[in-house]
C-alpha cells in the first residue's frame, strides 16, 4: 500500500508530460474505455449482413470452381490422356517394326563412354541405378 501512494504522490507532483502518453481516451477521443461502449445495433446488423454477404460469395465461389473443374479441366485431361495414348502406342509400334539391333552391331564404345571410377553398391557395381537390360547396353570386356 506504501508503494501505491510512493506512486500516486510522483505522480502528483510530476509533470504531466514526463509520463509517457499511451492511446487512451486522453490522447485519442476515438479510442474509448471497455466500460463505456453501448450496444450499437445498427453497427450488429451491418456485420450481420456483411458476414451474410461474404458466406454467400463463398458458396458462389465454390460452385464455380467446382463447375470449372468438372466441364473444363476433366475434358481437357481426358482429350491430353487420348492424345498421349495414341502418341505412345505409334512409338511402340515403331519400336516393335524396329527392334533393338544385336551387341555386335552396336557402334565401338569410346573411352569416355560408361566411365565407371568406382563401383556402384548395388547390383554387379557397373550397372547405373536406372539401368534397364532392354535399352541400355553395354559390351562386356
Known amino acids: 500500500m506504501l508503494s501505491r501512494a510512493v506512486v500516486r504522490s510522483t505522480r502528483a507532483?510530476?509533470?504531466?508530460?514526463?509520463?509517457r502518453r499511451f492511446a487512451s481516451t486522453e490522447s485519442n477521443p476515438k479510442v474509448r474505455s471497455a466500460f463505456t461502449y453501448a450496444a450499437d445495433p445498427a453497427a450488429g446488423q451491418a456485420y450481420i449482413k456483411?458476414?451474410?454477404e461474404t458466406i454467400a460469395h463463398s458458396k458462389e465461389t465454390a460452385e464455380l470452381w467446382k463447375k470449372i473443374s468438372?466441364?473444363?479441366?476433366?475434358p481437357i485431361l481426358a482429350v491430353t490422356a487420348a492424345w498421349i495414348y495414341k502418341k505412345e502406342s505409334e512409338h511402340l509400334a515403331h519400336r516393335a517394326a524396329h527392334p533393338r539391333k544385336p551387341d555386335d552391331e552396336l557402334p565401338?564404345?569410346?573411352?569416355?563412354q560408361n566411365v565407371r571410377n568406382s563401383k556402384f553398391f548395388w547390383g554387379d557395381g557397373d550397372k547405373t541405378l536406372f539401368w534397364n537390360d532392354k535399352y541400355n547396353h553395354k559390351k562386356s570386356d
Open 70 to 74: 468438372i466441364f473444363v479441366v476433366a
Open 13 to 19: 507532483a510530476a509533470p504531466k508530460t514526463a509520463f
Open 50 to 52: 456483411l458476414e451474410e
Open 108 to 112: 565401338a564404345e569410346y573411352d569416355y
